[in-house]
């Protein structure tokens, strides 16, 4: 258990629902959940095969075939990639995908670069099962890509891993078709596996999401992982899959059955009606995510000693905060002790986060408003003062 890890957003949100027992009012922005409802008609699929259906029972531990039979026609339109039913594996939540890929493939000693600043479950996972998490640093100046450069030299005859994510948590970074060529080229030279997190695909604003199973030599070595949660508001459903490798699927399946059992059975079929129904309330979301993005981009830019790049994909903006002179960690308290603005230090999620914050923008508009003054008033007084408020100051 100490080489396990955790997700700070979920500890930044109870200190925030602590601050707001006191009688304070927060602005949340530091959970990666759309502010909206799932759309109804996927909830109505789900209640109708609850109680009209008796889809209360257990399935197949990969999921239902009509839903598999869905995802491999949804990722052909998606993604590009071609698959069959037997390939794809349901699990409850994403996450699953990132802990079965890891103990099945990640012996004791062996590598895994990932992406740093990064989904932190990425560093605890390789570590929990006894592998060496590699970080390839994201650099502002880069904007936030993975340097392929850099990957090719972290590149050891222990690497059996490589994952990468894009559109990118926590920075709304894009890997460009170039970047994921040579990545591509780079697991094929040294016999690599790939787990590419695609949970934000539907979410990516500039160009479209190229997927590296799509690449020549790739199909065969990578695990490419998708769900329900961001582009469909379903997070609380806990619907995520995997699209596996034929000589993996067997691995997967028992890991499975001796973890989970199977997939929540009336949620597969809501998961199988947000795949071939209306795509109307999806669309609307990342429509309002992308004028949200430019509120949050152009009021971020307006505060003295503030940077931001423009994010092209997911919901959160990573602005730089080093000016203050202070850590990432300690900005973040002051801002949800002093001004009631809930935001995530960039360390949560990995040591070259230091020097910048995220903020997730999936909030209403007049909320993102209203926190942009906030935090500017608040980070004007931490210039003037030089005092930090904490937890334990009294304000």
Known sequence: MERIGTETAFEAAARARA??????????????????????????????????????????????????????????????????????????????????????????????????????????????????????????????????????????????????????????????????????????????VVLADEIYGRLQYTGELLSIATLPGMADRTITLDGFSKTFA???????????????????????????????????????????????????MRTEFIARRQLMVDGLNAIPGVTCVMPHGAFYTFPNMGSFGRTSAEIADHLLYDAGVCVLAGTAFGKHGEGHLRFSYANSRENLALALEKVADSLAKLERTGELVTAGSGS
């Open 234 to 284: 379903m997070t609380g459903w806990r619907l995520g899959y995997g699209v596996i490798p034929e000589w993996l699927v067997p691995s997967f399946s028992r890991l499975v059955i001796n973890s989970v059992s199977c997939t929540n059975a009336f949620a597969q079929f809501g998961a199988i009606e947000a795949l071939t129904g209306p795509q109307d309330a999806a669309d609307a």
């Open 19 to 192: 601050l707001e027992a006191t009688g304070r009012e927060v602005i949340h922005l530091e959970i990666g959940e759309p502010d909206f409802d799932t759309p109804r008609n996927v909830s109505e699929a789900a209640a109708s095969a609850l109680l009209d259906e008796g889809a209360t029972h257990y399935t197949a531990a990969t999921g239902i075939a009509p839903l598999r039979d869905a995802i491999v026609a949804d990722v052909r339109r998606w993604k590009g990639i071609e698959t069959n039913p037997d390939q794809v594996v349901v699990t409850p939540g994403a996450k699953p995908i990132m802990f079965y890929t890891m103990l099945a493939l990640i012996e004791e000693g062996d590598e895994v670069i990932y992406p740093n600043p990064g989904f932190p479950i990425y560093e605890s996972m390789a570590r929990y099962v006894g592998g060496t998490p590699v970080a390839a640093a994201l650099r502002e100046e880069n904007e936030f890509r993975m340097d392929v450069d850099e990957v090719a030299s972290l590149i050891t005859p222990r690497t059996k891993l490589l994952v990468f994510n894009t559109p990118h948590n926590p920075t709304g970074s894009i890997l460009t078709d170039a970047d994921i060529r040579r990545l591509a080229e780079l697991a094929v030279e040294h016999d690599l």
